[in-house]
């Protein structure tokens, strides 16, 4: 009933096409959280509605950077030592890979068709990071 009432909701407020495109998205973050990120292609992360995109300088990952300094520089998270607190935790992903290790260098390797970061922040925070 409640899928129900926000599809009828959805589609009142924003148009059936808007709706659709809202089930596209959550079907590519949550429903096949085991498929790669590799497998979404670069017009599926761009066409992402409800994901925050952030802007980040390539020079930094072209240099590599750990990943609590990233995932502050960011603004993922407010400090260095929270990112810390929730990398250990476990609650960190990186690509739908979780993240174990705290000194993990964010580096060119690690980007998605040459120019995206996608990080899962809890269980369902999602933020693309675009290289400029």
């Given at each position: 009933?409640?899928?129900?009432?926000?599809?009828?909701?959805?589609?009142?407020?924003?148009?059936?096409?808007?709706?659709?495109?809202?089930?596209?998205?959550?079907?590519?973050?949550?429903?096949?959280?085991?498929?790669?990120?590799?497998?979404?292609?670069?017009?599926?992360?761009?066409?992402?509605?409800g994901i925050?995109?952030?802007?980040?300088?390539?020079?930094?990952?072209?240099?590599?950077?750990?990943?609590?300094?990233?995932?502050?520089?960011?603004?993922?998270?407010?400090?260095?030592?929270?990112?810390?607190?929730?990398?250990?935790?476990?609650?960190?992903?990186?690509?739908?890979?979780?993240?174990?290790?705290?000194?993990?260098k964010?580096?060119?390797?690690?980007?998605?068709?040459?120019?995206?970061?996608?990080?899962?922040?809890?269980?369902?925070?999602?933020?693309?990071?675009?290289?400029?």
């Amino acid at each position: 009933m409640q899928k129900t009432l926000a599809k009828e909701v959805t589609i009142f407020v924003h148009g059936e096409a808007e709706y659709n495109k809202a089930i596209e998205t959550t079907e590519k973050l949550f429903a096949n959280q085991s498929a790669p990120a590799e497998s979404l292609t670069a017009e599926d992360l761009e066409g992402m509605d409800g994901i925050v995109k952030i802007d980040f300088a390539k020079e930094r990952i072209e240099a590599g950077i750990d990943v609590v300094s990233f995932l502050a520089e960011t603004n993922i998270f407010p400090s260095k030592g929270e990112a810390r607190k929730m990398v250990q935790g476990g609650g960190v992903s990186i690509n739908r890979k979780k993240v174990e290790d705290f000194t993990l260098k964010v580096d060119s390797s690690l980007l998605l068709h040459n120019k995206y970061i996608l990080i899962q922040k809890g269980r369902r925070n999602y933020f693309l990071v675009l290289l400029t």
